[in-house]
């Protein structure tokens, strides 16, 4: 699926653990990015990454960390699960320098419940 | 806060028949615009993306932009039930913005 993996696809956790989220490219592309996605809310960007080692903030990041180590892998960690994280976590990738043509290539999600 | 409005639908439209997808967006400096369509448990894919005022079309779709009134609409000819699917209104706020912001998505029913 464009090169693309997401991986668990789903999980089931509880409340005060902490879960990581993979997120695996073999595109070579710059910028990658983790949305959840919630009735109601539509997708939101947690955090997205222009490089390795290089990271940013998106609109709703509390709760959540991330590291990109090496070009093809970006993790999401929620340090300690609350049931408010709930959601479907989707990792979407870009051609990036300008994207204007480009737009995001999506993985196909994960869906994460915490009990 | 750059924000991107859809109406969340349901919009029916009988198959055959063409189906007006309509997006607003706040930023001015928005400068790329893009239609994605999301199946139900699926991830969105991209369908369409315009730049320029005025119509671009590919096959059943075209995706029309005003950027003095601030709104993307999406037209689907010829609607079949295969179509029915979300539809996501994603915007770009263009140089030095790698970001995407996303609206709620129009859920669209095609019925036979």
């Known amino acids: 699926d464009a090169g693309i993996t997401q991986s668990p696809r789903h999980k089931v956790t509880e409340t005060g653990t902490p879960v990581t989220l993979r997120c695996h490219q073999t595109?070579?592309?710059?910028?990658m990015y983790w949305y959840r996605q919630d009735p109601g809310h539509g997708l939101r960007l947690i955090h997205y990454?222009?490089?390795?080692?290089?990271?940013d903030k998106g609109e709703v990041s509390d709760g959540y960390s991330v590291s990109r180590s090496k070009t093809e892998d970006f993790l999401l960690t929620l340090e300690s699960a609350t049931s408010s994280q709930t959601s479907v976590y989707f990792c979407?990738?870009?051609?990036?320098?300008?994207?204007?043509?480009?737009?995001?290539?999506f993985g196909s999600g994960t869906r994460l419940t915490v009990v | 806060q750059k924000e991107v409005e859809q109406n969340s639908g349901p919009l029916s439209v009988p198959e055959g028949a063409i189906a007006s997808l309509n997006c607003t967006y706040s930023?001015?400096?928005?400068?790329?615009f893009f239609w994605y369509r999301q199946y139900s448990g699926k991830s969105p894919e991209l369908i369409m993306f315009?730049?320029?005022?005025g119509d671009k079309e590919d096959g059943r779709f075209t995706a029309q932009l005003n950027k003095a009134s601030q709104y993307v609409s999406l037209l689907i000819r010829d609607s079949q039930p295969s179509d029915s699917a979300t539809y996501l209104c994603?915007?770009?706020?263009?140089?030095?913005?790698?970001?995407?912001?996303f609206g709620k998505g129009t859920k669209l029913s095609v019925i036979p």
């Open positions: 979407a990738i870009s051609m990036g320098l300008t994207l204007s043509n480009y737009g995001y290539t």
């Open positions: 595109e070579n592309h710059r910028y």
């Open positions: 990454s222009y490089g390795v080692k290089d990271t």
């Open positions: 930023d001015r400096g928005s400068q790329s």
């Open positions: 315009i730049y320029s005022n």
């Open positions: 994603a915007v770009n706020s263009g140089a030095g913005s790698y970001q995407l912001t």
